[in-house]
């Protein structure tokens, strides 16, 4: 990324890269992610000026209707990696590894990874996980890709979680979390993202931390922030955590569309000779 801040202006500007991510925190420029599954999305994303495009895995609860992320496979991963991509952004598209593409052993961690990067495109991969995934972390460092981490409320781990609850209110697993977050940071990620813990605790891995922190429900203090877009764009109807701000109410705006349309049809008002050959 070159030159100064074009955030938001629609201006053209260079892509977004690893080392460009990291100097925004050195800078202390608040770093702006969101997710996208499909070109259009990625587009306006793009135009907005977002520096990071994230393919969660998300894509499995907010786009496919699963109830949680586990059913994502590599497959559908890619499938709208490749659609975000074709939108060729300036924005950094950061693709997720989704559950058991990573787990198993280094080496499927760093052949998927590498497919995320061939087959779609990706300019990085994310993966959820603290110290068990170092060794993963650094063999896909060592390959050339860029990682970004995935600390606290990891919604693979929704099972052994009992749910989805904020992470690391106790003493000892700020202190764990604390320690996973500098284990990644020397296994190489460029940043982590900081989900679903206290604010306080946000802004203590985010100071102690040379690569910047993305918060989603982990304050303000974090370097950056990242929504899933069908929660800012009000399009998701599921459940709304405390952390999610609207900016758009693209839900009952597309309902009332299709309700409009309905209408016309129906008392034959669509058409008009205007739209008619
Ligand atoms: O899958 C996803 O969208 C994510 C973000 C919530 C960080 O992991």
New binding site residues.
């Given amino acids: 990324m070159s030159g100064e801040s074009r955030v938001g202006t629609g201006a053209p500007r260079g892509k977004v890269t690893a080392p460009a991510v990291v100097a925004l925190k050195r800078k202390g420029e608040p770093i702006v992610v969101v997710?996208a599954y499909d070109f259009p999305t990625a587009r306006y994303a793009d135009e907005a000026g977002v520096e990071i495009l994230?393919v969660?895995?998300?894509?499995g609860t907010v786009v496919l209707g699963y109830e949680s992320?586990l059913p994502v496979t590599m497959d559908d991963m890619l499938h709208h990696v490749k659609a975000v991509t074709r939108a060729k952004p300036a924005a950094m598209v950061v693709a997720?590894m989704p559950f058991m593409s990573y787990q198993v052993s280094t080496a499927q961690a760093v052949a998927n990874a590498g497919r995320m990067i061939q087959e779609g495109g990706a300019d990085a991969i994310?993966l959820e996980g603290g110290a068990r995934v170092a060794e993963a972390v650094e063999r896909i460092v060592e390959a050339g890709i860029p990682v970004m981490g995935?600390l606290g409320l990891t919604?693979q781990s929704v099972l052994a979680f009992g749910g989805y609850k904020v992470q690391a209110r106790g003493e000892a697993d700020q202190e764990r979390l604390t320690a996973d977050a500098r284990t990644l940071e020397r296994a190489g990620c460029f940043s982590i993202?900081l989900?679903g813990i206290p604010a306080r605790l946000g802004a203590t891995v985010s100071r102690e931390l040379q690569i910047p922190t993305i918060g989603?429900g982990a304050g303000v203090q974090c370097d950056g922030q990242?929504l899933?877009t069908h929660d800012l764009l009000g399009l998701y109807q599921g459940h709304k955590p405390k952390f999610v701000r609207r900016y758009a109410e693209l839900g009952e705006a597309t309902r009332d569309a299709f309700a409009r349309f309905l209408a016309d049809v129906k008392r034959r008002a669509f058409p008009s000779d205007a739209e008619s050959y």
Avoid: A
């Avoid at 969660?56 to 894509?59: I, K, N, P, R, T």
């Fill in positions: 997710t994230l969660g895995d998300s894509l992320t997720d994310k995935h919604p993202v989900e989603i990242v899933v």
